[in-house]
């Protein structure tokens, strides 16, 4: 039996759940005659008309076994998707026809890496026709420097898109997180009655227990203070750009411009590979920093903290957060050092493998071993833990780390 067609596709917009009895059983060939491609091995004996023969040609012009006319009929089983800038531009449209976003997303990531089709990406008629995602975004980086000038507005426009979308999503948790974050983290000694920390409270007068009152006697309270009565924070991310690391850049912008528009943290982002390059002056628009990222390259982990360590001025409010697979092309050792003496002097040093939705990342586990037995455990991160990564760092307490983390 062979498997042509890796995507299963929703039903029509509309069309009702399949009743029990003898249509269940023709929904259920159905689908898997569009699954495994119509080739004569597929055993379903299953004929498609209509919009399921429509459907049924956008996945064998991606997903067939060899090229032809992507007519989808048994025995064709081409390819089908030439490398031209109208049938591609005609298929984008089709599978936005007959599938849900996040099916899209995927069969344009798979387009791409499976027809070569990235030099597409640099005219402005395809990039109008895609559906915009991080994944997409990222592509566009790689291509940034060989795409022409007239292609340049178009692709900002998609990356402008999806770091808005990535912002509305992402924004408001993140800045009530940290905000509260901010606000514990600025103790008081003589704090209103509302400001009292209780748990902190207790801890520090148990020597005060009264057995015959069963009772503490609070002589010194321990109170929250408010972000403005606070010294301000300081948070460096500090973001590998090789190509493996695309997703992460897109996200680590989009939270270096949340965390910058908060008045009470000092965000400082900078990127590197073999090079190093600060772009905390542009992180106004998210868009302008990653325009200003290069993807792909060499990896310089120990430049870059060096960098960032001499940067630093106040290490107890500082919070370091390195973004990176690991893979070091620098000098080892030296890296290690820079970590070790980044801690003894304060610094809340948070190593992350990766910064996205991607699932279990590929990473040096030597180097995350080595971080590990530092006290600076490596980890991935999706998008949605990040606020409480950095909320807990701030008030430097042990860090939420998913049951994922390298060991």
């Known amino acids: 039996m062979t498997t042509d067609h890796t995507i299963a596709p929703a039903p029509a917009p509309g069309t009702a759940p399949a ?5 269940a059983a023709r929904e259920r060939l159905r689908r898997w005659r569009l699954v495994l491609g119509g080739d004569q091995a597929d055993g379903t004996g299953c004929s498609l008309e209509g919009r399921d023969a429509a459907m049924d040609a956008t996945l064998t012009a991606l997903y067939g076994s060899g090229r032809g006319d992507g007519t989808g009929r048994s025995g064709s089983r081409g390819a089908g998707l030439g490398a031209s800038a109208p049938s591609v531009a005609r298929w984008l449209g089709d599978i936005r026809t007959y599938f849900p976003s996040s099916v899209v997303q995927v069969m344009q990531r798979d387009a791409i890496d499976r027809l070569d089709l990235s030099a597409l990406l640099m005219e402005p008629e395809m990039l109008e026709a895609v559906e915009a995602d991080v994944h997409l975004v990222g592509t566009l980086l790689s291509l940034n420097r060989a795409m022409p000038e007239t292609t340049k507005e178009t692709a900002r426009a998609v990356v402008r898109k999806v770091v808005e979308k990535l912002e509305k999503q992402l924004a408001t948790r993140t800045k009530s997180t940290l905000t509260g974050a901010l606000d514990r983290s600025a103790r008081i000694s003589r704090p209103r009655h509302r400001d009292i920390d209780w748990d902190r409270t207790i801890r520090a007068n148990l ?57 009470s943290i000092a965000t400082r982002l900078v990127v590197f590979d073999t090079a190093v390059v600060d772009l905390t002056d542009q992180l106004d628009d998210p868009v302008d920093v990653l325009f200003g990222t290069q993807l792909g390259g ?24 390195l973004i990176s697979d690991l893979y070091e092309g620098g000098i080892r050792e030296g ?38 037995a530092l006290g600076a455990p490596a980890f991935a991160c999706t998008p949605d833990l990040f606020p409480d990564i950095m909320a ?4 430097k307490r042990p860090l939420p780390i998913p049951d994922t983390a390298a060991r």
């Open 19 to 23: 009743a029990a009895g003898p249509d």
């Open 207 to 263: 020597k005060n227990y009264l057995p015959e009152y069963r009772t503490v006697v609070p002589e010194r309270l321990i109170g929250y203070g408010r972000a403005s009565q606070s010294v301000k924070k300081e948070v460096v991310l500090c973001i590998d750009q090789s190509g493996s690391m695309a997703a992460s850049v897109v996200y680590a912008s989009v939270f270096g411009a949340v965390l910058a528009s908060m008045r």
């Open 298 to 321: 060499g990896t310089d982990i120990n430049r870059a903290l060096a960098y960032c360590q001499e940067r630093i001025t106040r290490p107890a409010d500082t919070v370091v957060v």
């Open 335 to 372: 890296m290690l050092k820079r970590v070790a003496a980044m801690q003894a002097a304060g610094v809340q040093f948070v190593t992350l493998l990766a910064l996205s939705d991607e699932g279990a990342p590929s990473y040096d586990r030597g180097h995350a071993a080595a971080l590990a």
């Open 392 to 395: 807990a760092a701030i008030e």
